[in-house]
């Protein structure tokens, strides 16, 4: 009975294992599925961006940004519901599941690259200083002491922790950032340029030199999920190539 009873054991043992390797295996390849069968894909995204994200007069979010995910997403057959969340909360809620995917101006970084996979770059882009004209800040040296408000968790902040002798800001969201500045809370912010250009045009505002950095904005997704990056990829190739991508960086007045 000994032999009979360990055989028993022993199968049952396999079967549980059985089970949770294939429960392990499922878990790492349904996102995609799961996606599909939804029709839909889940986006974290921050829209105080502009011109990658932003809400218009009526409270519909508009930019670069969601013009073209809703592109790649028609090549794909489903379509994006935005989440807004703090750019700071993007990376965890896309790590925990609690969104598909992160699309917010994203930089590719290796820190970044820690935590979460990235698509292939959808534009090119860098850091840049803006100020008002009432500071008298005409270089980066000239923020010596001055304050900067930067996006906590952004590239600008990487790039104003590099300065010496300055007071780091990091207000709600750069909507609020931008406030500050024109109110004098605020002597410099530091942004992507696309974002700097955008402002400059409401007036009130100049650039200070060059681009501190050069930077690929990237799509994030959760570490295991190779396949909604596949897909994201060969939709942003298609989107390339028929013209979209390029009607889109014209629409939005991008470079």
């Given at each position: 009975?000994?032999?009979?009873?360990?055989?028993?054991?022993?199968?049952?043992?396999?079967?549980?294992?059985?089970?949770?390797?294939?429960?392990?295996?499922?878990a790492d390849t349904s996102t995609w599925d799961k996606i599909?069968?939804?029709?839909?894909?889940?986006?974290?995204?921050?829209?105080?961006?502009?011109?990658?994200?932003?809400?218009?007069?009526?409270?519909?979010?508009?930019?670069?940004?969601?013009?073209?995910?809703?592109?790649?997403?028609?090549?794909l057959g489903i379509e994006a519901e935005f989440v807004t969340?703090?750019?700071?909360?993007?990376?965890?809620?896309?790590?925990?599941?609690?969104?598909?995917?992160?699309?917010?101006?994203?930089?590719?970084?290796?820190?970044?690259?820690?935590?979460?996979?990235?698509?292939?770059?959808?534009?090119?882009?860098?850091?840049?200083?803006?100020?008002?004209?009432?500071?008298?800040?005409?270089?980066?040296?000239?923020?010596?002491?001055?304050?900067?408000?930067?996006?906590?968790?952004?590239?600008?902040?990487?790039?104003?922790?590099?300065?010496?002798?300055?007071?780091?800001?990091?207000?709600?969201?750069?909507?609020?950032?931008?406030?500050?500045?024109?109110?004098?809370?605020?002597?410099?912010?530091?942004?992507?340029?696309?974002?700097?250009?955008?402002?400059?045009?409401?007036?009130?505002?100049?650039?200070?030199?060059?681009?501190?950095?050069?930077?690929?904005?990237?799509?994030?997704?959760?570490?295991?999920?190779?396949?909604?990056?596949?897909?994201?990829?060969?939709?942003?190739?298609?989107?390339?190539?028929?013209?979209?991508?390029?009607?889109?960086?014209?629409?939005?007045?991008?470079?």
């Amino acid at each position: 009975m000994k032999p009979m009873r360990t055989m028993t054991i022993v199968a049952a043992i396999c079967a549980c294992l059985g089970v949770f390797l294939g429960q392990a295996t499922a878990a790492d390849t349904s996102t995609w599925d799961k996606i599909q069968k939804a029709g839909k894909i889940t986006v974290g995204n921050s829209p105080d961006y502009p011109p990658f994200e932003t809400l218009d007069d009526n409270g519909k979010r508009v930019g670069f940004d969601i013009d073209l995910l809703n592109a790649m997403c028609a090549q794909l057959g489903i379509e994006a519901e935005f989440v807004t969340m703090d750019f700071g909360a993007i990376v965890t809620a896309t790590q925990s599941g609690q969104v598909n995917i992160g699309m917010s101006g994203f930089s590719i970084t290796e820190e970044r690259r820690k935590m979460v996979n990235f698509s292939n770059p959808y534009y090119i882009s860098g850091q840049a200083v803006v100020t008002t004209p009432k500071t008298g800040i005409k270089s980066v040296d000239d923020l010596k002491g001055k304050r900067v408000a930067v996006g906590l968790g952004t590239t600008g902040q990487e790039e104003a922790e590099k300065i010496e002798g300055i007071t780091i800001q990091y207000p709600e969201d750069y909507t609020v950032a931008f406030v500050m500045l024109k109110n004098g809370g605020s002597d410099a912010v530091i942004c992507d340029l696309p974002v700097a250009e955008a402002y400059l045009k409401q007036g009130g505002f100049e650039l200070v030199g060059k681009p501190l950095s050069y930077e690929e904005f990237a799509i994030i997704a959760n570490k295991k999920d190779d396949a909604v990056v596949k897909n994201l990829n060969d939709a942003l190739a298609k989107v390339k190539a028929d013209g979209t991508y390029d009607a889109l960086i014209k629409k939005w007045e991008l470079k």
